[in-house]
């Protein structure tokens, strides 16, 4: 049998967050259960091997904090320091897909390749734009600084699934956004699915609704069954946006509590 890749440190960092929000806020038709009323975490996670350090997603800046309500806890590229790592220093960067608060901030990366699905290039700057509704989580700004990346030569395509590394690959699911990907990450606990927002809370993918802002339905809910396949259990699969995130998983030292937890460890509070 094959032998196993080394396994990766696996981080998430929280960098903004969402309070107050509904049931029908979360949840195509609402809900009636518990938690359904979750407020919402922002994250970006790390993959770590010794020197090989892989970025899954940017966040957002000061800007679109203010223009959007939400609170900014800490930069990305400030978060990122906590682990030992510089912005410039980073030079491959996955980006799940483009929405504002996944695809912002860019230009703080100079040194980064970025992983992107060629459909989620496509969509982002193509036909469906002309709808207001779906470019509401598009950020014009991103848009062009991704242009921008791309001009430079710095962004590398993907189309379907695709190994980075020994024991790192990225999966398309599309349904929240046409391009959206999810990446699947060995750990020493096994393989983890970093599912950004194929399901934004675990309520989305345990009870099978989805979250509202949606592409395409039947390919959301299909995401759910990828990530679940491609994960080693159902408690190796990591929403993009709940905040029980913060509660399940220990923060690598006391220090770093409520900023950056570890998820290649197993969960305290799941299982």
């Given at each position: 049998m094959p032998s196993s890749p080394e396994p990766f440190e696996l981080f998430a960092l929280r960098y903004a967050r969402l309070l107050g929000r509904k049931p029908a806020d979360n949840y195509i038709g609402g809900g009636d259960f518990h938690n359904a009323d979750s407020g919402l975490d922002y994250f970006v996670w790390v993959a770590r091997r010794g020197a090989e350090v892989w970025l899954i997603d940017t966040g957002f800046g000061e800007r679109a904090a203010r223009e959007r309500g939400r609170t900014l806890l800490l930069p990305v590229a400030k978060g990122l320091e906590l682990l030992g790592l510089k912005a410039e220093q980073i030079e491959n960067v996955i980006i799940t897909h483009l929405h504002y608060d996944h695809a912002g901030t860019l230009d703080q990366f100079p040194n980064a390749?970025?992983?992107?699905?060629?459909?989620?290039?496509?969509?982002?700057?193509?036909?469906?734009?002309?709808?207001?509704?779906?470019?509401?989580?598009?950020?014009?700004?991103?848009?062009?600084?991704?242009?921008?990346?791309?001009?430079?030569?710095?962004?590398?395509?993907?189309?379907?699934?695709?190994?980075?590394?020994?024991?790192?690959?990225?999966?398309?699911?599309?349904?929240?956004?046409?391009?959206?990907?999810?990446?699947?990450?060995?750990?020493?606990?096994?393989?983890?699915?970093?599912?950004?927002?194929?399901?934004?809370?675990?309520?989305?993918?345990?009870?099978?609704?989805?979250?509202?802002?949606?592409?395409?339905?039947?390919?959301?809910?299909?995401?759910?069954?990828?990530?679940?396949?491609?994960?080693?259990?159902?408690?190796?699969?990591?929403?993009?946006?709940?905040?029980?995130?913060?509660?399940?998983?220990?923060?690598?030292?006391?220090?770093?509590?409520?900023?950056?937890?570890?998820?290649?460890?197993?969960?305290?509070?799941?299982?």
């Open positions: 390749c970025f992983h992107l699905q060629n459909t989620e290039a496509a969509y982002a700057t193509g036909p469906c734009m002309c709808h207001p509704a779906m470019r509401h989580p598009f950020d014009v700004e991103d848009i062009v600084q991704y242009v921008r990346t791309l001009y430079a030569g710095r962004v590398t395509f993907h189309n379907g699934s695709a190994e980075l590394t020994p024991g790192l690959s990225v999966h398309w699911v599309g349904g929240h956004t046409a391009g959206l990907q999810v990446v699947r990450v060995f750990t020493q606990r096994g393989w983890v699915v970093l599912a950004s927002d194929a399901t934004h809370l675990y309520g989305n993918m345990e009870r099978g609704i989805p979250f509202p802002i949606v592409y395409n339905v039947a390919d959301m809910l299909q995401g759910h069954k990828t990530a679940r396949a491609l994960a080693d259990s159902p408690d190796h699969v990591i929403p993009g946006h709940d905040p029980l995130v913060m509660e399940f998983y220990p923060p690598p030292t006391p220090e770093l509590q409520g900023k950056v937890v570890r998820l290649d460890i197993a969960p305290t509070q799941r299982g």
